[in-house]
T-cell receptor
Framework: EDKVVQSPLSLVVHEGDTVTLNCSYE??????LLWYKQEKKAPTFLFML??SGIEKKSGRLSSILDKKELSSILNITATQTGDSAIYLC??????????????WGLGTSLAVNP | DAGVIQSPRHEVTEMGQEVTLRCKPI?????LFWYRQTMMRGLELLIY????????DSGMPEDRFSAKMPNASFSTLKIQPSEPRDSAVYFC??????????????FGDGTRLSIL
């Protein structure tokens, strides 16, 4: 059965720390891995990764996909209190009926203390 | 640009009542998704549409749940009759056409549903 597992489930750090969030997936006909940030409301899109080993960066956030290990990491350097959120990982593929599917992890809850 | 718009933002009702959640996707997006989010189960895909046609409704939990998309700019998710275990945040999301490996989903702010 398809699944996405994120770790840790929750994390508390101090401002300025660097954090690494993990996502592992088992999805048939895998095509892409996505990271979202969810604060109080809607998940907002961060990254989409399709190629192994190519890092995507946006400011202090970066992410990389390892297709051999079926995993991805999201790094946040010099964390700020505004980074506090739930970070969701989702893996996209195709099901047996050739319909697109997106399998979501439960998320990592990050709290950044001042 | 307007994002995905959902209404109502909050809904509190008694069990047994009919609940209707509404969604307006981003203009030009061909795909629309309905999700339910709870602490225990995270985000669960209920159903998705492509060009107004339901493609996969395998996530709809029971016959009490139904969804429609009468046109490209409007969709509803209906629960009848509602039960306390339906309490959750319901999100609508849309994305543009193309391979899912190139087009992310954009989420509305959700409807927080509480069934008493």
């Amino acid at each position: 059965e398809d699944k996405v597992v994120q770790s840790p489930l929750s994390l508390v750090v101090h401002e300025g720390d660097t954090v690494t969030l993990n996502c592992s997936y088992e999805v048939t006909n895998f095509r892409s891995l996505l990271w979202y940030k969810q604060e109080k409301k809607a998940p907002t899109f961060l990254f989409m990764l399709t190629s192994s080993g190519i890092e995507k960066k946006s400011g202090r956030l970066s992410s990389i996909l390892d297709k051999k290990e079926l995993s991805s990491i999201l790094n946040i350097t010099a964390t700020q209190t505004g980074d506090s959120a739930i970070y969701l990982c989702a893996a996209g593929g195709f099901n047996a009926g050739n319909n697109r599917k997106l399998i979501w992890g439960l998320g990592t809850s990050l709290a950044v203390n001042p | 640009d307007a994002g995905v718009i959902q209404s109502p933002r909050h809904e509190v009702t008694e069990m047994g009542q009919e609940v209707t959640l509404r969604c307006k996707p981003i203009s030009g997006h061909d795909y629309l998704f309905w999700y339910r989010q709870t602490m225990m189960r995270g985000l669960e895909l209920l159903i998705y549409f492509n060009n107004n046609v339901p493609i996969d409704d395998s996530g709809m939990p029971e016959d009490r749940f139904s969804a429609k998309m009468p046109n490209a700019s409007f969709s509803t998710l209906k629960i009848q009759p509602s039960e306390p275990r339906d309490s959750a945040v319901y999100f609508c999301a849309s994305r543009a056409a193309g391979d899912s490996s190139s087009q992310p989903q954009h989420f509305g702010d959700g409807t927080r549903l509480s069934i008493l």
